[in-house]
Nanobody, 122 residues
Framework: QVQLVESGGGLVQAGGSLRLSCVAS????????MGWFRQAPGKEREFVAA????????VYADSVKGRFTISRDNARNTVYLQMNSLKPEDTAVYYC???????????????WGQGTQVTVSS
């Protein structure tokens, strides 16, 4: 079992930056691939970024490529999402999740955090 808790969300002006953190507890965090997803009101949850267990493999959604950076620190059981050049369309609840292997498909993720709100004003 893995428990995930996100933090770092908030209100930011367009063009600004935020860094989200997700702290994991439970067994064998370092063996899981980690992903970030987001969900805006009235929309389905969508893939943002993912990172493999060692950090060697990273995948981004086209909508965030070049602006967001995913990283992990296995010694601290933490995955990060650095978000730069934020746009109003980035507004959503952001969730971290754990999967057996790196994937952009939310159906492959076994554990989910509670979410943290990111609001980007224009």
């Amino acid at each position: 079992q893995v428990q995930l808790v996100e933090s770092g969300g908030g209100l930011v002006q367009a063009g600004g930056s935020l860094r989200l953190s997700c702290v994991a507890s439970g067994r064998t965090f370092s063996t899981y691939a980690m992903g970030w997803f987001r969900q805006a009101p009235g929309k389905e949850r969508e893939f943002v970024a993912a990172i493999g267990w060692s950090g060697a493999y990273i995948v981004y959604a086209d909508s965030v490529k070049g602006r967001f950076t995913i990283s992990r620190d296995n010694a601290r059981n933490t995955v990060y999402l650095q978000m730069n050049s934020l746009k109003p369309e980035d507004t959503a609840v952001y969730y971290c999740a754990a999967a057996r292997t790196i994937s952009s498909n939310k159906l492959n993720y076994d554990y989910w955090g509670q979410g943290t709100q990111v609001t980007v004003s224009s």
